[in-house]
């Protein structure tokens, strides 16, 4: 496992962006799948995007493709989102998290596929 530090969050207005950054511990991270998982108050934790260590295996969920990019910094050990036009629906808590290895496009979807999480960060998108 590694410790994963979520930071970026934040109040926007529809249409508006937001990047969020994802600071792991370790090295290992560098060889980790990640992942950005968001959970909206009453509703389950869902996959926003996730990508493999080399970058080469992406996934992103339908209702935010187009808007949102993952993407990852190695040297950094960090991660990020772009979030681009957003809409209200997008208010939520989002979660950074790893998982070991590699994991195929539809393993993203499976919180039980990872084992570092972070603590989250609050993403509020007013109309």
């Known amino acids: 496992q590694v410790q994963l530090v979520e930071s970026g969050g934040g109040l926007v207005q529809a249409g508006g962006s937001l990047r969020l950054s994802c600071a792991a511990s370790?090295?290992?991270?560098?060889?980790?799948?990640v992942a950005w998982f968001r959970q909206a108050p009453g509703k389950e934790r869902e996959v926003v995007a996730g990508l493999s260590w080399s970058g080469s295996n992406t996934y992103c969920t339908d209702s935010v493709k187009g808007r949102f990019t993952i993407s990852r910094d190695n040297a950094k050990n960090t991660a990020y989102l772009q979030m681009n036009s957003m809409k209200p629906e997008d208010t939520a808590v989002y979660y950074c998290?790893?998982?070991?290895?590699?994991?195929?496009?539809?393993?993203?979807?499976?919180?039980?596929?990872?084992?570092?999480w972070g603590q989250g960060t609050q993403v509020t998108v007013s109309s």
């Open positions: 370790e090295r290992t991270f560098s060889s980790r799948a």
């Open positions: 998290a790893a998982a070991p290895g590699y994991l195929a496009s539809s393993s993203y979807t499976k919180p039980t596929n990872f084992d570092s």
